[in-house]
């Protein structure tokens, strides 16, 4: 099968790493890649905002299945273009990846098809003083969320009344979300445990990878920033079988039954992250695409053909009875440029690469100089993922740090305690 891959980042090294594994697979080409991907395929110059161009070379090239790793290209409607075309495709039509484009249509569908979820208010700019009434009155702390992408910081979570207005103004006035703060969700702000879940679908049938916690905040014990993520372990242990089985039924189910009801059938990946609480677990946002650091976390622990899973989801018949998970854990660290989510430089050489021992290294923010020197290229930089065939997320993590500490560039900064969540409250 000839495979073309969409994206660049961790998540598109991670996808590429594991479609290469495939028996099926002819011919993987990543479009644009990274120095990594380079390696398990071949990367082609494409821009891939231009649709056009995608499909042209998917003619050319007879490409028999593109998998589009990131959300813009979604939310533009590539998928669209494609299957227009007749080409096959992982990942969902425009009007279904609004799932994770809108956040206002994803409360309203959640509402509307009973999806536990947060209380909600939704409010366009113009509604400004109605919002400002909201805030004056309602229960705190509250989640403020940008309807539209902004790139993982378009949610601001407030612990008094001054914070919630001053990030209205902010978002309506200030427009530092841009016309993704055209609309805002005003959330109630939920207590629990975060985990990530993917379902892999056809729009009907689907299959749960295994469940994974992601780090999101900058610092250790999650404080500071929010990035779009600095590390992750899987499996998740909050994620016991009564509490997937109650996802799959009270939210997986019913919100693909909902999609294919309006008309917007999903097909791909749907993220779920979830928040555990008291009352169950509870919808914190759906994205249309693989997480990102999750899934260099979970991939690796999933045997069977990913590239068949794929391909037959993409056809609208899910059928991978090989895939399955067999008890495996992995870490996965993300080593950042010290300043990320906020500014900070790039071009600095990624020293001792080839001394890694026993783990995967994924590419998020890495370019080759004219010399062919690995130097950074962007916030999140690589990800260092420890795998093990047992349960062991306490040894997954001593090897990754013990890994990590081997690699070098200026400004190094990573998180120490990725994956303690798992082991301190559930172990
Ligand atoms: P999101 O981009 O929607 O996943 O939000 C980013 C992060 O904000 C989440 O991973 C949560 O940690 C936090 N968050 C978002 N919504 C809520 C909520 N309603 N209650 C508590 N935390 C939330
Ligand atoms: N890890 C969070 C995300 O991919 O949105």
Not at 15 to 23: C, T, V
Not at 122 to 130: A, G, H, L, M, R
Request: net charge negative; aromatic share 8%.
């Amino acid at each position: 099968m000839i495979v073309l891959l969409i994206g660049s980042g961790g998540r598109e090294h991670a996808l590429a790493y594991k479609i290469k594994q495939s028996s099926l697979l002819t011919k993987l080409y990543m479009a644009p890649g990274n120095p990594g991907t380079k390696k398990l395929g071949e990367n082609i110059k494409l821009d891939i905002s231009k649709h056009n161009g995608v499909i042209d070379f998917c003619l050319e090239n007879k490409v028999e299945l593109v998998v589009v790793g990131p959300e813009i290209p979604l939310v533009n409607g590539l998928a669209n273009e494609l299957r227009k075309n007749k080409i096959l495709v992982f990942g969902p039509n425009k009007e279904a990846a609004d799932i994770e484009g809108h956040k206002t249509f994803a409360k309203d569908l959640m509402k509307t098809y009973n999806i536990p979820s947060a209380g909600y208010q939704k409010y366009s700019s113009y509604e400004f003083n109605k919002a400002n009434d909201y805030l004056l009155k309602c229960k705190y702390p509250v989640v403020l969320k940008a309807d539209g992408l902004a790139a993982g910081k378009g949610v601001i979570i407030c612990k008094d009344k001054d914070e919630a207005i001053k990030s209205l103004n902010e978002i309506f006035i200030e427009k530092i979300f841009g016309d993704a703060g055209n609309k805002l969700v005003i959330e109630e702000f939920m207590y629990g445990e975060e985990a990530s879940i993917f379902a892999i679908t056809d729009g009907t049938d689907f299959i749960c990878l295994p469940s994974a916690q992601d780090h999101k905040r900058i610092g250790d014990n999650d404080t500071g920033k929010n990035t779009g993520g600095m590390g992750a372990y899987s499996p998740a242990p909050m994620v016991t079988d009564e509490i997937l089985s109650q996802v799959r039924t009270t939210i997986i189910e019913p919100v693909l039954k909902a999609l294919r009801e309006e008309n917007r059938t999903f097909v791909g990946c749907l993220y779920c992250g979830l928040m555990l609480t008291e009352e169950g677990p509870k919808v914190v946002e759906f994205n249309c695409r693989f997480g990102d650091p999750e899934t260099q976390a979970v991939l690796p622990l999933i045997e069977g053909d990913f590239l068949n899973l794929l391909y037959t989801a993409a056809k609208g018949k899910l059928d991978a009875p090989d895939i399955k998970y067999s008890g495996g854990s992995s870490v996965c660290v993300i080593a950042a440029s010290k300043g990320y989510p906020d500014e900070y430089k790039i071009g600095y050489e990624i020293k001792a690469l080839d001394e890694l021992k026993d783990v995967l290294c994924f590419f998020s923010g890495v370019k080759e100089d004219s010399s062919g020197k690995l130097i950074t290229s962007g916030g999140r930089v690589l990800c260092i993922t420890a795998v093990l065939k047992e349960l062991n997320i306490k040894e997954a993590k001593d090897i990754a740090y013990k890994e990590l500490s081997k690699i070098s560039f200026e400004n190094i900064y990573y998180r120490k305690d990725i994956s303690d969540k798992a082991y301190i409250n559930f172990y």
